[in-house]
Each structure stands twice: as structure tokens, then as C-alpha cells.
């Protein structure tokens, strides 16, 4: 019988933000408390961006995604691709609710 890795699972409110380089991209970043959290059970080791894969959540639809760390700011990013958006109809400046499953390395 096999048993499944453990997870961590977290839930936030953010709101949808973009930058240009040089293509527009989407974000909703993780509150700092969370960030804080994940770099202190993960770190930064997992590949060389420090990227952490996760499972994200919004209302019904779920996909796999990867966050983006920023140490400037001391917090992750999890980008909002085209597909996602559209689906749900997102647009930056929404605050949203992400439910997010984190499978641990360990």
C-alpha cells in the first residue's frame, strides 16, 4: 500500500497585478506571513530559480503551476497564465481567493 507525500495547504486573498518584460504577465502574490512559512519548510534548493511547484486553486478550476520567489520583497508570485484567466474571466486589479497544495520534497 502506498502512501501519498505530504502537503501543505494554504488559502489567500490577493489582487491581480501585471508587469511587462516584454511580454504582459500576471501575478497574485502570497500574503508575507505564507511566503515566510514556505521558505522556512522548502528553501530555495528545489531547482536553480527556487521556483515552488504547487496546486492551485480559484472557485472551480484547478491547475498546476509553479510560484516565483521574490527575495526582494520576501514573498512568492504565482503567475496567472492566459488560459486561466480567460477561463475565469480574471483581470488585473480583481482581488481573488487562491487555495494553493504545496506536495513537500520531504
Known amino acids: 500500500m502506498s502512501q501519498s507525500a505530504p ?3 494554504y ?8 508587469e511587462k518584460n516584454p511580454n504582459q504577465v500576471f501575478f ?4 508575507k506571513e505564507i511566503s515566510e512559512d514556505i521558505l522556512d519548510l522548502i528553501g530555495i534548493s528545489l531547482n536553480p530559480w527556487g521556483t515552488v511547484p504547487v496546486t492551485a486553486t480559484i472557485g472551480d478550476f484547478t491547475w498546476e503551476s509553479s510560484m516565483f ?8 508570485d504565482l503567475p496567472l497564465n492566459a488560459k ?5 474571466k ?7 481567493t487562491v487555495a494553493i497544495e504545496i506536495t513537500l520534497p520531504f
Open 84 to 88: 486561466v484567466r480567460k477561463r475565469l
Open 69 to 76: 520567489p521574490r527575495p526582494d520583497r520576501g514573498v512568492y
Open 11 to 18: 488559502r489567500f486573498e490577493g489582487e491581480i497585478w501585471s
Open 90 to 96: 480574471l483581470e488585473g486589479g480583481q482581488t481573488i
Open 28 to 31: 497574485v502574490t502570497l500574503p
Open 7 to 9: 502537503t501543505l495547504n
